[in-house]
């Protein structure tokens, strides 16, 4: 029961900035949105994560839309080690008492090329 | 950062055999651990939601007498499969959640894949 929206494919030249959408359209006023990628047979890794504010850290920016009803990923320069599948997640409300529980769409399978 | 850490990263067992799989949080105490399952090609499927000191919640069609999960302290998550068969074999991951401020955020393990032969 993902409720983001994500292109099932990208392709990005190395060097470049990939730009991976993200629709949550339906995220309420205190859900947050999270971004993970999954390198093939390798646990996912947390990316980012912000409420309504952009954010930056080492690995990437995010983007955050003024209603919030999509956001952005930004790998301001993709190397071929950022091929993997990135996952978009709001905080899900997901039984247990209201504790965060991740839950996974499809995501967006990115490739770099050279 | 934090870090999950999954033992045995693969294993090999055999049909009607058990087998342990281990997440350890390395650097933080987590409260609540979760399960998943992932089949080639496909998303990870939540498989259930481990607290410390009490028995694990399941999602609908996870058999809890054959995915034995305990979590017995603030730092370790166990699953066992019992009884594996053929179709148990996947990969299994973990993770867990890092009380740091707003918004929780989950870190997972490397995964572990089984084969069962």
């Known amino acids: 029961d993902a409720k983001t929206t994500q292109p099932p494919s990208m392709d990005c030249a190395e060097g470049r900035a990939a730009n991976l959408p993200c629709n949550h359209s339906?995220?309420?006023?205190?859900?947050?949105v999270y971004w993970y990628r999954q390198i093939h047979s390798q646990g996912p890794q947390y990316i980012i994560h912000?409420?309504?504010n952009n954010e930056t850290n080492e690995m990437a920016s995010l983007i955050i839309t003024e209603d919030r009803k999509s956001s952005t990923l930004i790998l301001p320069h993709a190397t071929l080690r950022d091929t993997a599948v990135y996952y978009c997640?709001?905080?899900?409300?997901?039984?247990?008492?209201?504790?965060?529980?991740?839950?996974f769409g499809r995501g967006t399978s990115l490739i770099v090329h050279p | 950062g934090a870090v999950v850490s999954q033992h045995p990263s693969r294993v090999i067992c055999k049909s009607g055999t058990s087998v342990k799989i281990e997440c350890r949080s390395l650097?933080?105490?987590?409260?609540?651990m979760f399960w998943y399952r992932q089949f080639p090609k496909q998303s990870l499927m939540l498989m259930a939601t481990?607290?410390?000191?009490?028995?694990?919640?399941?999602e609908q069609g996870v058999e809890k007498d054959k995915f034995l999960i305990n979590h017995a302290s603030l730092t370790l998550s166990t699953l066992t499969v019992t009884s594996a068969h053929p179709e148990d074999s996947s990969f299994y991951i973990c993770?867990?959640?890092?009380?740091?401020?707003?918004?929780?955020?989950?870190?997972f393990g490397e995964g572990s894949w089984l084969t069962v032969v």
């Open positions: 993770s867990a959640r890092a009380s740091r401020g707003s918004g929780n955020t989950i870190y």
């Open positions: 339906t995220i309420s006023g205190n859900e947050y």
């Open positions: 912000g409420l309504k």
């Open positions: 997640i709001v905080r899900d409300l997901h039984a247990s008492g209201g504790s965060y529980i991740p839950t």
């Open positions: 650097d933080f105490q987590a409260t609540t």
């Open positions: 481990s607290n410390e000191g009490s028995k694990a919640t399941y």
